[in-house]
T-cell receptor
Framework: GDSVTQMEGPVTLSEEAFLTINCTYT??????LFWYVQYPGEGLQLLLK?????DKGSNKGFEATYRKETTSFHLEKGSVQVSDSAVYFC???????FGTGTRLQVFP | NAGVTQTPKFRILKIGQSMTLQCTQD?????MYWYRQDPGMGLKLIYY???????DKGEVPNGYNVSRSTTEDFPLRLELAAPSQTSVYFC?????????????FGQGTRLTVV
């Protein structure tokens, strides 16, 4: 069945460092891909999405490119802030299957 | 703008008790989902629904039941609660053609079974 694999966390970075969180997927057909973010004590909210191969989703300085040839959707940000500390989830449609989440901790 | 509303926010159950977690959305979404999130873990899909009268099992359906009699409501029923069902439960909804829309999540229900 469909599945999503994310790199294990936590990822610990200093402020202004470069961020990459890896995500790969297995799916039949051509799913859409998403990154969701969960701040402490809250539900998930959409960060960005891509609906077809080679699409790039972007929001709040985060980017991810839908790579069909490598079945990947890695999340990147050029300069992280303390406020980016959260858990990040990669997901795919149509059942909206999530990866295990990657906790990001950013220190001043 | 209410979005997705879950009740209750917290609940403690004794082993063998039953309860219903309520979820309602006011966005006229066809797709609705129930997930559980165990401490330090990701989200596991319990059940989902693509419209009123239609439900289907997710990854971890055992011990749960759902119904979808209206577009707005998607209650999750726990029968004979067990300690393994201690978790945070999230309900979500999304429009038809989920590929192009985002899913909206409730604030979660923290359930403890003792």
């Amino acid at each position: 069945g469909d599945s999503v694999t994310q790199m294990e966390g936590p990822v610990t970075l200093s402020e202004e460092a470069f961020l990459t969180i890896n995500c790969t997927y297995t799916a039949t057909g051509y799913p859409s891909l998403f990154w969701y973010v969960q701040y402490p004590g809250e539900g998930l909210q959409l960060l960005l999405k891509a609906t077809k191969a080679d699409d790039k989703g972007s929001n709040k300085g985060f980017e991810a490119t839908y790579r069909k040839e490598t079945t990947s959707f890695h999340l990147e940000k050029g300069s992280v802030q303390v406020s980016d500390s959260a858990v990040y989830f990669c997901a795919l449609t149509d059942k909206l299957i999530f990866g295990t989440g990657t906790r990001l901790q950013v220190f001043p | 703008n209410a979005g997705v509303t879950q009740t209750p926010k917290f609940r403690i159950l004794k082993i063998g008790q039953s309860m219903t977690l309520q979820c309602t959305q006011d966005m006229n979404h066809n797709y609705m989902y129930w997930y559980r999130q165990d401490p330090g873990m990701g989200l596991k899909l319990i059940y989902y629904s693509v419209g009123a009268g239609i439900t289907d099992k997710g990854e971890v359906p055992n011990g749960y039941n759902v119904s979808r009699s209206t577009t707005e409501d998607f209650p999750l029923r726990l029968e004979l609660a067990a300690p393994s069902q201690t978790s945070v439960y999230f309900c979500a909804s999304g429009g038809a053609g989920l590929a192009d829309t985002e899913a909206f999540f409730g604030q979660g229900t923290r359930l403890t079974v003792v």
